[in-house]
């Protein structure tokens, strides 16, 4: 069923079924219910309220702060993602995709109940002064996915970006943001999924081998409504993309999914969080990544908190790393902190290492050529993932973007 493009309310709980979150102000702090994560910082729109990045601290100390070209710090941003570069909407007419400024961004900002929980975002977050938002109606189905393509051209100037994505109750929608060229970028994108409603969100990063991407995905989740988020990276000298999750209520459901493939000096960087903090709900975590070239880097930090009130909680997160060459690295931290024992269940798993000699021994015992098997090896490898892409020209897309990796590799 599709509609025309909706009026936009003022007050988020009419039309949405939403909770109403807003923040204004550099002073805006939210601090977690309960005991606070020991993994995870106090969310804050003051970029003050947040120190340097710095390899002392835990949340920066895989990164490498020399190739952030001050994002890190407290270099201007000259620009703001899709409102001074190019930006193109291919979509169903009855999602609203359109820029908002003054009183209207002040008060969307923060719809997601999440703040920043470091510098970057939270300058990013100062520094948008307008911001892009995709509002789907409430009540309505969308069987055609809205694709918003990015495209940066400098990696001269800094630019800072604000996205807001409102999922409107019982509705179901798909929506990719899909980034491509070059840019210097930091930016927030705010993911609210009214109750009941069902949202697949695609993130594709495919920059160049110059740019560097600091992006912080806020996702709020309503009651009985499911979301499923990907993020895809294979592009950018250095990307880092952060993503926390809370529940309005009981019955959410997350399925967080991740490609990314690493060449020769990339840093390609995930860091979830996952707050439970109701009870009743589940979150599904899958990440795999491979690795080639000297000095190819990739981390993958998985934090999972289930607090005192979250009884019935079913969560799970997987990371799996294929190393392809000599001089790759992959990190992998999967965390759980569970302050209540009456859950349905909760685990964690995460795995790096080279070819599986099994597989390459069993295709190669059947007279298939090596260089044949190891590409059949790693495609079916990201093969769990990629079926889980349901919007087809992302999944076709980000198929022939492993391919032209695999070329690269030799294999």
């Known amino acids: 069923m599709s509609a025309s493009a909706p009026v936009v309310s003022d007050r988020l709980t009419d039309q949405h079924g939403l909770t109403e979150h807003s923040h204004h102000g550099s002073s805006a702090q939210i601090r977690s219910k309960g005991v606070d994560s020991h993994l995870h910082g106090i969310g804050s729109a003051d970029p003050a309220a947040h120190p340097l990045p710095s390899a002392k601290n835990e949340v920066w100390r895989f990164t490498p702060l020399r190739r952030l070209q001050g994002l890190g710090e407290d270099r201007a941003f000259d620009g703001i993602v899709g409102a001074d570069n190019e930006r193109t909407v291919e979509g169903p007419a009855g999602i609203t995709v359109r820029r908002v400024s003054g009183a209207e961004a002040a008060a969307l900002k923060g719809i997601s109940g999440n703040l920043p929980t470091d510098r970057p975002s939270a300058r990013a977050w100062q520094a948008s002064d307008s911001i892009l938002l995709i509002d789907v109606p409430a009540e309505t189905e969308f069987r055609e996915p809205l694709i918003v393509t990015f495209a940066g051209g400098t990696v001269d100037r800094a630019f800072a970006g604000h996205l807001v994505v409102r999922v409107g109750r019982h509705a179901k929608a798909q929506v990719a943001i899909l980034h491509e060229g070059t840019q210097l970028l930091s930016d927030n994108m705010e993911i609210v999924v009214g109750d009941g409603a069902q949202l697949e969100f695609v993130a594709l990063e495919e920059w160049d081998s110059r740019a560097v991407h600091l992006s912080h995905h806020h996702i709020r989740v309503g009651r009985d409504a499911t979301v499923k988020h990907t993020a895809l990276t294979f592009g950018g000298d250095l990307v880092r993309v952060v993503a926390d999750v809370v529940y309005d209520g009981p019955g959410g459901s997350v399925e967080l999914n991740g490609l990314y493939f690493a060449d020769a000096g990339q840093h390609l960087e995930h860091r979830l969080f996952v707050d439970h903090a109701v009870p009743h709900c589940t979150s599904r975590a899958l990440y795999k990544g491979a690795l080639q070239g000297e ?35 992959a990190d992998s931290v999967p965390n759980l902190e569970i302050e209540t024992g009456d859950i349905v269940g909760a685990g964690h798993a995460s795995a790096t290492g080279r070819f599986d000699d099994e597989q390459l021994f069993y295709l190669l015992s059947r007279g298939i050529p090596a260089e044949v098997a190891k590409r059949l090896v790693v495609r079916g490898f990201f093969g769990e993932v990629l079926l889980k892409i349901g919007i087809e020209s992302v999944r076709e897309r980000t198929s022939q973007i492993i391919e032209r990796e695999l070329a690269i590799a030799g294999i």
């Open 295 to 329: 000095k190819a880097r990739t981390v993958w930090v998985g934090d999972v908190l289930i607090r005192r009130a979250a009884e019935g909680t079913d969560t799970y997160e997987m990371n799996r790393n294929l190393v392809l060459t000599e001089g790759a690295r």
